[in-house]
């Protein structure tokens, strides 16, 4: 089945420590997101890309970075992990254009001790 | 800009009974409007959607929602709740890949 995929489902890193999230997708889809989202609130936008074009959010702290390699990847890159950022991080994908249901992965839930 | 305002952060129905959950929105342009659902420690999952077609739209697990731009509203309506319905549901609105979200209403349902 066409699916969004999200590794690990949990991760746990420590202060200051960098940490990466990958998703991966088997839809073709053009464009993909990532989404913080911290307990009983809705998800938060980071960033997306669409193609290879990057476009960030304005208030995305600098912290967080994203790669997109090729149509299938796309990765979260946390330079230095606050306890702030403990949260659900969620990926997401959608194929553009007139279709802009987007479908999402089962996240990556991340701990910072 | 676009953006959602759910009524009612949590709700309580019993099983069998009638689900409301509601949502309406602010947009400058025709919306596109989404229910997601999300289960615990999962990703959300979309239920419906409503592109300017058809008002009334049918999505999964027996939910609809109408669109009443009169209203700006898209709640989202069950006839007969299930203990399975218990979850977290968000309304979105999008415009040009840009999807915001709503706050959430978490649905509980006793037996």
């Known amino acids: 089945d066409a699916m969004v995929i999200q590794n690990p489902r949990y991760q746990v890193t420590q202060f200051g420590k960098p940490v990466t999230l990958s998703c991966s997708q088997t839809?073709?889809?053009?464009?993909m997101y990532w989404y913080q989202q911290k307990s009983s609130q809705a998800p938060k936008l980071l960033f997306h890309?669409?193609?290879?074009?990057?476009?960030n959010e304005a208030d995305t702290p600098d912290n967080f970075q994203s790669r997109r390699p090729n149509t299938s990847f796309c990765f979260l890159d946390i330079r230095s992990p606050g306890l702030g950022d403990a949260a659900m991080y969620l990926c997401?994908?959608?194929?553009?254009?007139?279709?802009?249901?987007?479908?999402f992965g089962p996240g990556t839930r991340l701990t910072v001790t | 800009a676009q953006s959602v305002t759910q009524l009612g952060s949590h709700v309580s129905v019993s099983e069998g009974a009638l689900v409301l959950l509601r949502c309406n929105y602010s947009?400058?342009?025709?919306?596109?409007l989404f229910w997601y659902v999300q289960y615990p420690n999962q990703g959300l999952q979309l239920l419906l959607k409503y592109t300017s077609a058809a008002t009334l739209v049918k999505g999964i697990n027996g939910f609809e929602a109408e669109f009443k731009k009169s209203e700006t509203s898209f709640h989202l309506t069950k006839p007969s709740a299930h203990m399975s319905d218990a979850a977290e549901y968000f309304c979105a609105v999008s415009y040009n890949n840009d999807m915001r979200f709503g706050a959430g209403t978490r649905l509980t349902v006793k037996p």
């Open positions: 997401a994908t959608s194929r553009g254009g007139d279709l802009i249901e987007q479908y």
């Open positions: 839809l073709n889809h053009n464009v």
């Open positions: 947009s400058s342009v025709p919306p596109y």
């Open positions: 890309y669409y193609d290879k074009d990057f476009n």
